[in-house]
Nanobody
Framework: QVQLVESGGGLVQAGGSLRLSCTPS????????MGWYRQAPGKQRELVAR???????NYADSVKGRFTISRDNAQMPAYLQMNSLKPEDTAVYYC??????????????WGKGTLVTVSS
């Protein structure tokens, strides 16, 4: 009953910027954590950034200082602003939500992903 839809991926040159959006809908519990993950070819899916309901954030070391995750509230879109992009940022980026209460407590919900390609 939770749906996540990503948008904003595309092709960009190294040093450029992209802004990803994740729009949630459905039975959303107010206390939740949202995150962005990515999976590059031949690699495991990894956490990029996450944000909780009171806007505490956490970033992978590889993106600190370049990426910013934000949200307006628990049921509004989440964003990932990506600056100074590098070829190694190329991956499919997935939005994730984990409710911390309600009927879906502890469950992970995923979007279908959006492709980011960074050329050199």
């Amino acid at each position: 009953q939770v749906q996540l839809v990503e948008s904003g991926g595309g092709l960009v040159q190294a040093g450029g910027s992209l802004r990803l959006s994740c729009t949630p809908s459905g039975s959303i519990f107010s206390n939740n954590v949202m995150g962005w993950y990515r999976q590059a070819p031949g690699k495991q899916r990894e956490l990029v950034a996450r944000i909780d309901s009171i806007r505490n954030t956490n970033y992978a070391d590889s993106v600190k200082g370049r990426f910013t995750i934000s949200r307006d509230n628990a049921q509004m879109p989440a964003y990932l602003q990506m600056n100074s992009l590098k070829p190694e940022d190329t991956a499919v980026y997935y939005c994730n939500m984990r409710p911390l209460g309600g009927p879906f407590y502890g469950m992970d919900f995923w979007g279908k992903g959006t492709l980011v390609t960074v050329s050199s």
